[in-house]
T-cell receptor
Framework: DGGITQSPKYLFRKEGQNVTLSCEQN?????MYWYRQDPGQGLRLIYY???????QKGDIAEGYSVSREKKESFPLTVTSAQKNPTAFYLC???????????????????FGPGTRLTVL | GEDVEQSLFLSVREGDSSVINCTYT??????LYWYKQEPGAGLQLLTY?????DMKQDQRLTVLLNKKDKHLSLRIADTQTGDSAIYFC??????????????FGTGTQLKVEL
């Protein structure tokens, strides 16, 4: 089955520790994204990557870091500098920037099941 | 600006129609999406509409777009208990540095009562 996996589903960490959230996709998508979801605030973009070995900051990148060494993987590290790390984290992927084909196919973002991070 | 706003809660009876509203501020959006999120899960694309359209119908779903007022709505006909979820509208934006992103609304929690 093709899709996006995130692990673990629930993660607990002590304050001051860095933690890395996994995101893997086997859809052969070029673009990958990390969002943070808080109650009543919708989804906010943390980082995105349009292609391997390249990534850009989103709206709330402070306290987070990413890498994109492989097309199928886009791990997110929540560092101790992130002041309010407790949240639900969602990873997504899309085929990539619009090409000559159907723009919906290129831009539709497919989401993983999410990881709920709780910092104690 | 890129604010996308929705009301937080909506409660309807099973069999009634649900209407979920969304307002956005960026007039350069080329298309807008509706996503559904069931409890503890990721988001699932429900439908989308191009910005040059006024309406799109897809089985029980009707999307209306008023571009002048920057208002988007999702109507669910014959709402069922399985429709209980959080619904997000999102606008597609081209980024100045290349690439694209979706700006999501705050989400509307739909509760369907028997």
């Amino acid at each position: 089955d093709g899709g996006i996996t995130q692990s673990p589903k629930y993660l607990f960490r002590k304050e001051g520790q860095n933690v890395t959230l996994s995101c893997e996709q086997n859809l052969n998508h070029d673009a990958m994204y990390w969002y943070r979801q808080d109650p009543g605030q919708g989804l906010r973009l943390i980082y995105y990557s349009q292609i391997v070995n390249d990534f850009q900051k989103g709206d709330i990148a402070e306290g987070y870091s990413v890498s994109r060494e492989k097309k199928e993987s886009f791990p997110l590290t929540v560092t101790s500098a992130q002041k309010n790390p407790t949240a639900f984290y969602l990873c997504a992927s899309s085929m990539g920037p619009p090409g000559d084909g159907d723009p919906i196919s290129y831009n539709e973002q497919f989401f993983g099941p999410g990881t709920r991070l709780t910092v104690l | 600006g890129e604010d996308v706003e929705q009301s937080l809660f909506l409660s309807v009876r099973e069999g009634d129609s649900s209407v979920i509203n969304c307002t956005y501020t960026d007039s350069s959006s080329t298309y807008l999406y509706w996503y559904k999120q069931e409890p503890g899960a990721g988001l699932q694309l429900l439908t989308y509409i191009f910005s040059n359209m006024d309406m799109k119908q897809d089985q029980r779903l009707t999307v209306l777009l008023n571009k002048k007022d920057k208002h988007l709505s999702l109507r669910i006909a014959d709402t069922q208990t399985g429709d209980s979820a959080i619904y997000f509208c999102a606008e597609y934006l081209i980024l100045t540095g290349g690439g694209n992103k979706l700006t999501f609304g705050t989400g509307t929690q739909l509760k369907v009562e028997l």
